[in-house]
């Protein structure tokens, strides 16, 4: 089972950028389809950005052209370049696997993410 930690949160103005980072353990990480999720207060968990094992991505329309997600597979790590940040990407920001089922983890603390002037 793989295990993942997050960070990289923190209060950011409006426009400015973050970049997350998602540390995992585990000898197959090479070969899961890697996510980022966010939670904003009083909402639904939701899929930000998702990449496969070979690098293809997949965002949500909400962050299409500001955040990137990429991954670096000899450092078990997958991260998420936020740029022109917004107040309604205030949000707790999730990692998990999203292939296969059988290797999610219970859901985290997160790292949390305020944009705010």
């Known amino acids: 089972q793989v295990q993942l930690v997050e960070s990289g949160g923190g209060l950011v103005q409006p426009g400015g950028s973050l970049r997350l980072s998602c540390a995992a353990s585990?000898?197959?990480?090479?070969?899961?389809?890697m996510g980022w999720y966010r939670q904003a207060p009083g909402k639904q968990r939701e899929l930000v950005a998702r990449?496969?094992?070979?690098?293809?991505?997949n965002y949500a329309d909400s962050v299409k052209g500001r955040f990137t997600i990429s991954r670096d597979n000899a450092k078990n790590t997958v991260y998420l370049q936020m740029n022109s940040l917004k107040p309604e990407d205030t949000a707790v920001y999730y990692c998990?696997?999203?292939?296969?089922?059988?290797?999610?983890?219970?859901w985290g603390q997160g790292t949390l993410v305020t944009v705010s002037s």
């Open positions: 585990g000898s197959i990480f090479n070969i899961y389809v």
């Open positions: 998990n696997v999203e292939f296969p089922p059988i290797s999610r983890v219970n």
């Open positions: 990449i496969t094992s070979g690098g293809s991505t």
